[in-house]
């Protein structure tokens, strides 16, 4: 993905991706990615997360080829997992941003829900499109299939980019590295991890800009490690054009991801690790995990993404510290709150939007938005051609969109489009500053449900149960009883 300096693409969440890549004539970007744990594989024990590395210059030819990026495409995603369960033992996949984030190769649409039936649905269609060379006869819906975890993963736990330029000559280098590197399964946890993966590969164009934290992660690299000496090389880079996205989980059904942590972290926040070493008296191990921590592993990701959300941002925070003249500082500060509170929102318009939404509710009702969620959780989901996901509630024959782009298109039953959005908008409204999309994304999903509500109340609406009907080209995926692994 290209910056337009100043202006972050991904902050569109995928909106205007399309329109921005501007091919080698401008500079791309390259990101640090750590999407946090869930509670699937090891990161259910080390909190860890998992490392990626996002590419807007570069995109996927194949899952596991690259190739530079044509004008109008959004980028990919690449990374080491240790088993895919795909028709050969890869070991490295790369796939479009879009698909990795939100589940499908077309830009400009995000998803309002997610659950493991949606999951799984835009997972199949997927796997019958663009992971089809890699998957042919392979790639099954069971627990630690991680080609699952290269579609929609925002469905499933939240996710922090850590971006710096990148000129053509380096996009060229990072192809070259990827298709010359040998892509078979020798995954370790220890020694050669996803997170191993990304300091190679990061390095490769970026010397020592990624390395191991071996006081906090007793020498083994870790996902948080490689965000955070990536962030220190690159606050340290005047022209890297440096800042920090932001991809939240999705609301719905599916229990909310953890946070990454290094290995001291985890220690003494998780209490199974740090309890039994005190009732064994090893007060030694625990106060050394605390120091070790407290005086060199400090670093949140979501802070630093306050602080780094746009170049901008980043550019103003190391004028700050070099400015001396008062007025000048007081400008420069002040410039700093408007731009953050530009990118997460002022209390204030968080309090003004919180009223609005109350008095919405008055009018359309309570009790039917807080059984819409229950009912989505057990809807029948469906892809179509276009790749943009629809779900029949349970207990209903219409059905609604779940995109961006579709929730109030024709066929998308327009009390429903506005139950998801009144349901959408009170999940963000109630989260806390973490786990709610950011002021930009927030302010889209409010105009989807004043459009929403006004076509529910002025008359001007599709008919009731209006495409609920299957077409052709569409995958379904019904929750009901399936044994599916959670996430």
């Not at 009790?367 to 989901?381: A, M, N, P």
């Not at 892809?383 to 207990?395: K, L, S, T």
């Not at 579709?406 to 963000?428: C, I, K, Q, T, Y």
Request: net charge neutral; proline share 5%.
């Amino acid at each position: 993905m290209v910056w337009l300096r100043g202006v972050h693409p991904i902050r569109l969440v995928l909106v205007c991706l399309g329109v921005m890549m501007a091919g080698q004539a401008a500079h791309a970007d390259l990101g640090v990615m750590v999407a946090d744990p869930t509670t699937v594989g090891a990161s259910e024990f080390t909190h860890a997360g998992h490392a990626l590395v996002y590419l807007s210059g570069v995109c996927a030819d194949t899952p596991v080829r690259a190739r530079l990026c044509r004008a109008g495409e959004s980028g990919s995603v690449v990374t080491r997992y240790p088993q895919f369960h795909e028709a050969s033992p890869y070991g490295w996949n790369i796939v479009p941003l879009d698909l990795y984030l939100e589940g499908t190769v077309q830009p400009g649409n995000r998803l309002l829900y997610g659950s493991q039936n949606v999951k799984d649905a835009l997972g199949i269609k997927a796997r019958d499109g663009f992971m089809k060379p890699v998957c042919a006869g392979a790639c099954p819906l069971i627990p630690h299939s991680y080609w699952r975890d290269m579609v929609a993963a925002t469905i499933n736990r939240d996710i922090f980019v850590f971006t710096v330029k990148t000129t053509p000559a380096e996009d060229e280098a990072l192809v070259r590295w990827l298709n010359a590197h040998e892509n078979f399964d020798d995954y370790n946890g220890m020694t050669n991890n996803c997170a191993e993966f990304v300091r190679a590969m990061v390095n490769a164009v970026f010397p020592h800009s990624v390395r191991r934290d071996v006081i906090n992660d007793i020498g083994m690299m870790t996902p948080k490690a490689a965000v955070h000496s990536f962030t220190r090389w690159a606050e340290k880079q005047p022209d890297s054009g440096f800042s920090i996205l932001h991809f939240p989980q999705k609301p719905g059904s599916i229990p909310r991801s953890g946070v990454a942590s290094s290995g001291t972290e985890t220690a003494i926040h998780v209490k199974k690790y740090l309890i039994p070493a005190a009732m064994i008296g090893d007060h030694e191990v625990a106060g050394s995990f605390f120091v070790a921590y407290l005086l060199t592993g400090r670093f949140n990701l979501y802070k630093e993404y306050v602080r780094h959300s746009s170049p901008k941002l980043t550019e103003l925070r190391r004028l700050r510290k070099e400015t001396e003249e008062e007025p000048k500082l007081r400008q420069v500060k002040a410039e700093i709150v408007a731009l953050e509170a530009e990118t997460t929102g002022g209390e204030a318009e968080w309090t003004s939007y919180r009223r609005r939404f109350e008095a919405m509710r008055e009018t359309v009702g309570t009790e039917s938005i807080d059984r819409f969620g229950r009912q989505l959780d057990l809807g029948t989901v469906s892809v179509d051609a276009d790749e943009d996901a629809w779900i029949v509630p349970r207990g209903d024959t219409r059905r609604v969109g779940l995109g961006s782009r579709n929730v109030l298109a024709e066929g998308s039953d327009p009390e429903l489009a506005l139950e998801l959005m009144m349901w959408r908008v009170g999940s963000s409204l109630k989260a806390k500053p973490r786990m709610r999309p950011d002021a930009k994304e927030f302010r889209e999903d409010w105009s989807l449900l004043e459009r929403a509500y006004s076509r529910a109340h002025t008359g001007n609406v599709i008919a009731r149960g209006a495409g609920a009907t299957q077409t052709g080209g569409t995958v379904t995926a019904v929750h009901a009883e399936e044994d599916l692994p959670e996430p």
